[in-house]
């Protein structure tokens, strides 16, 4: 019998797991044949997160959950859970209900036919505001026209993944995650089904737009250089329009003179090529910044608690180091 494990990221989702626990129980009760664990990342959750985890795994032995020390974000929470997932495959779902757990069967009927990556692509975007979708919308032509890995447009984490597909997840360890990219530059072979996503079924969403726009960055930085070349092209481009003027200040100043009142002109040009080097050097610095916190060496995250029993923190560096070796 095959074993599915369900991952379920949760940070302060206590309206909602209840709902997600019997949602999810009416799938496997309709799915015999195949053996489940529903494994909950808690993610230093700060409401009754944990507390409703623990009472659910004690009516139900297929639960498990990991609990984070401290709030490391969404994006390390999944790889902790790729981390303790015991199953043949992995299904990646928010805790939120806005991805349909009864899109699970047909995830598995296309996985049996071989594909190792069941992504599910989003029809339409129920409780969204047309800012919303617009920018989500804009951000991946961009990211897409400036990335050779095919980027997955309208397509979240709610996904199944084979075990190796799980299994070179794993091996990326970088600190700064994108997973979205991660799950296209991996590879394999690939199979898209359409759903419409529903609306948060309680709570609020923790990604406001402060937060869209980091994970924004943090795609376009872990998958392209682009933004560097396009910097030292518009360097080039700029360097020889000011030297033409230069060229062209020189012969005029000698042919016919020059007033005083060059004042204007002259700050409309060091403004200009201060932008320009201030938005390079941004850029940089953006890379910059992610070579220093990678040369750091840190552990992903650390566990405090995996199923009642208190964590060491061995595993995920001894799993680094393997990974490393291999």
């Known amino acids: 019998m095959k074993k599915i494990t369900i991952l379920v990221p949760a940070y302060n989702e206590e309206e909602v797991l209840d709902q997600l626990y019997d949602r999810l129980k009416g799938v496997m009760n309709g799915l015999p ?55 043949d495959a992995v299904i990646i779902i928010d805790a939120d209900l806005q991805d349909p757990p009864e899109l699970i069967p047909e995830m598995i009927k296309y996985w049996e036919m071989g594909f190792d990556d069941v992504f ?3 029809r339409s975007r129920a409780g969204e505001t047309w800012l919303k979708k617009w920018t989500s919308a804009t951000y991946y032509k961009i990211l897409q026209k400036m990335t050779r890995i095919p980027i997955q447009e309208n397509t979240g984490d709610f996904r199944l993944l084979d075990r190796r597909c799980v299994e070179a997840l794993k091996q990326l360890r970088e600190t700064q995650r994108y997973t979205k990219g991660m799950f296209s530059w991996i590879g394999y072979n690939k199979k898209e089904i359409l759903f419409d996503r529903d609306p948060r079924a309680a709570g609020e969403t923790k990604w406001n737009y402060a937060k869209l726009v980091d994970l924004a960055i943090e795609g376009i930085t872990s998958f392209t250089t682009a933004p560097l070349r396009w910097s030292a092209f518009f360097g080039i481009i700029i360097s020889a329009f000011a030297f033409a003027f230069m060229i062209w200040i020189i012969i005029k100043t000698l042919l016919f ?18 932008g320009i080097q201030l938005l390079s050097l941004g850029i940089i610095g953006e890379y910059l910044g992610r070579i220093f916190n990678e040369s750091k060496h840190r552990p992903l995250y650390f566990v405090d608690e995996y199923n009642e029993e208190k964590e060491l923190n061995q595993k995920p560096r001894d799993q680094e180091k393997t990974y490393i070796h291999q």
Do not use: C, H, W
């Not at 609990?67 to 997932?85: H, Q």
């Open 120 to 122: 599910a692509k989003r």
């Open 257 to 274: 003179g020059e007033p005083v009142a060059g004042y204007p002109s002259l700050m409309t040009v060091i403004l200009f090529l201060g």
């Open 33 to 87: 044949d195949y053996q489940f664990e529903i494994l909950f990342v808690n993610d230093g959750s700060k409401d009754q997160t944990l507390s409703i985890i623990k009472n659910l795994r004690a009516k139900d032995t297929r639960i498990s959950y990991v609990n984070l020390s401290r709030n490391f974000g969404k994006e390390i929470a999944m790889i902790a859970g790729l981390d303790y997932a015991t199953g």
